[in-house]
C-alpha cells in the first residue's frame, strides 16, 4: 500500500536561514509520482513540482530545490535563505502510474507547517 | 485557461442539519474530479472521485455523498451533519486521462458543524 510520512510537524526558523522538508514514501510499484504543494494560510494549496520515480535527478527552481533518493525513498525539499512568505504547510504526495486516468490517487502526507520568522 | 471554484468559502451548521458544498471548473471538458477533507491534523483525505457525469467512487464509507449532475460540476452532500464532519473541504481537478498529472485544488470550504 502506499504511504506517505513526513515526519516533521511544525518547524520554526528564522528568516535567512536554509531549511529542509523531509518526505520519506512506501510504494509497491516501480512507477511513481512524487508531489510537493504548498499551503498557505488562505487555505488553498498550490502545485510545487511533479518527478518521476525515473528521474533522480535533483532540481532547484530559484530558492527551491528538491533532493529524491531512491535508495532511501525520499523526496525531500529544501528552501534556501528562507523568507516570511514561505510561512506555509508544506505537503508531499504519492501516486501510483497504473494506468492513468481519476483511479491514480494522489496519497497525501500530513504536511509540515513552517514557520518563517522575521 | 482553467480555473475551479468553490463555495461557499465558510459554513457553520448545526447537527442534523443538510450539506451542500459546490465545485465548479471553468476552461477545460471532462475532467476527472475530486473531493477532499483536511481534518484537524492537517493530513489530506481522499474522499470521492468522479470521471464523468454521474459516475462517483467513494474511498472511505461516510456520512457524506457526492453528485456529478453536470460535466464540470461536483457536489458533495450530507442528509444530516454530524460534529465529526467539520473540517475543510477541497475539490481538486485534472484532464481527463493526465492520470498522474498535478490535481489543481479550489480555495475550499472550511464546515464547522455545532
Known amino acids: 500500500a502506499q504511504k506517505v510520512t513526513q515526519a516533521q510537524t511544525e518547524i520554526s526558523v528564522v528568516e535567512k536561514e536554509d531549511v529542509t522538508l523531509d518526505c520519506v514514501y512506501e510504494?509497491?510499484?516501480?512507477?511513481?509520482?512524487l508531489f510537493w504543494y504548498k499551503q498557505p494560510p488562505s487555505g488553498e494549496l498550490v502545485f510545487l513540482i511533479r518527478?518521476?520515480?525515473?528521474?533522480?535527478q535533483n532540481e532547484i527552481s530559484g530558492r527551491y530545490s528538491w533532493n529524491f533518493q531512491k535508495s532511501t525513498s525520499s523526496f525531500n525539499f529544501t528552501i534556501t535563505a528562507s523568507q516570511v512568505v514561505d510561512s506555509a504547510v508544506y505537503f508531499c504526495?504519492?501516486?501510483?502510474?497504473?494506468?492513468?486516468?481519476?483511479?491514480?490517487?494522489?496519497?497525501f502526507g500530513t504536511g509540515t507547517l513552517l514557520a518563517v520568522q522575521p | 485557461s482553467q480555473t475551479i471554484h468553490q463555495w461557499p468559502a465558510t459554513l457553520v451548521q448545526p447537527v442534523g442539519s443538510p450539506l451542500s458544498l459546490e465545485c465548479t471548473v471553468e476552461?477545460?471538458?471532462?475532467?476527472?474530479l475530486y473531493w477532499y477533507r483536511q481534518a484537524a491534523g492537517r493530513g489530506l483525505q481522499l474522499l470521492f472521485y468522479?470521471?464523468?457525469?454521474?459516475?462517483i467512487s467513494s474511498e472511505v464509507p461516510q456520512n457524506l455523498s457526492a453528485s456529478r449532475p453536470q460535466d464540470r460540476q461536483f457536489i458533495l452532500s450530507s442528509k444530516k451533519l454530524l460534529l465529526s464532519d467539520s473540517g475543510f473541504y477541497l475539490c481538486?481537478?485534472?484532464?481527463?486521462?493526465?492520470?498522474?498529472?498535478?490535481?489543481?485544488f479550489g480555495n475550499g470550504t472550511r464546515l464547522t458543524v455545532t
Open positions: 481538486a481537478w485534472r484532464g481527463t486521462g493526465e492520470g498522474n498529472s498535478p490535481l489543481h
Open positions: 510504494t509497491r510499484d516501480t512507477t511513481y509520482y
Open positions: 518527478r518521476n520515480s525515473f528521474d533522480e
Open positions: 504526495a504519492l501516486s501510483e502510474a497504473g494506468y492513468g486516468g481519476a483511479t491514480n490517487k494522489l496519497i
Open positions: 476552461g477545460t471538458s471532462n475532467p476527472n
Open positions: 468522479s470521471v464523468g457525469i454521474g459516475q
